[in-house]
C-alpha cells in the first residue's frame, strides 16, 4: 500500500473572521509546546471562523487550548493520511470509503515534496469505524 492511514483526534473552535485570530491561537500553542498534526480554518457564517486542531498529544492541546481561552469542542476523530504523491493517490483513498458506502464530509490534501503527499479526512461519528476498517487505518 502505498499511503499510511491513522485516525486522529481534533477539536475545532470558532473565532472572530478578523486579521490575527489563527496566528494568536497557534502563537499560544507553540509557547506551550504543542505540536499539531494539521490545522485548519475557514469561514463559518457571519463575521466567524472554524478552526480545527489535530494535536499531537490531545490531552496537552486541551490543556493548553483552555488555558489560552479558546472554547475548543469535545474530543473528535478524523484520519490523516501520508503517502507517496502519484496521480489518482487520494482518489484511490475516497474510492475505497465509496466502494464501503461512506460518505466523505471534508477532504484537504496537498503535495508535500520530495514526491509525498500528505491529507485529512473526515466522516460522520457514526462511520468512523467503518471508514477505519475500509482503509486499513491504524
Do not use: H
Amino acid at each position: 500500500m502505498a499511503e499510511e492511514i491513522r485516525r486522529v483526534d481534533y477539536y475545532y473552535a470558532t473565532v472572530s473572521d478578523k486579521p490575527g485570530e489563527g496566528a494568536s491561537a497557534l502563537a499560544a500553542l507553540q509557547q506551550a509546546g504543542i505540536n499539531l498534526l494539521g490545522f485548519s480554518g475557514f469561514p463559518a457564517g457571519a463575521r466567524k471562523s472554524q478552526v480545527d486542531f489535530l494535536p499531537d498529544d490531545s490531552k496537552a492541546f486541551a490543556k493548553a487550548a483552555r488555558k489560552a481561552g479558546l472554547k475548543i469542542s469535545k474530543k473528535k476523530v478524523g484520519f490523516m493520511i501520508q503517502g507517496e504523491d502519484r496521480p489518482g493517490a487520494v482518489a484511490g483513498v475516497l474510492g475505497r470509503l465509496a466502494a464501503a458506502g461512506i460518505n466523505v464530509t471534508s477532504v484537504q490534501a496537498v503535495c508535500a515534496g520530495a514526491g509525498r503527499y500528505g491529507g485529512l479526512l473526515w466522516v460522520k461519528s457514526g462511520d468512523v469505524k467503518k471508514a477505519a476498517r475500509a482503509l486499513g487505518a491504524a
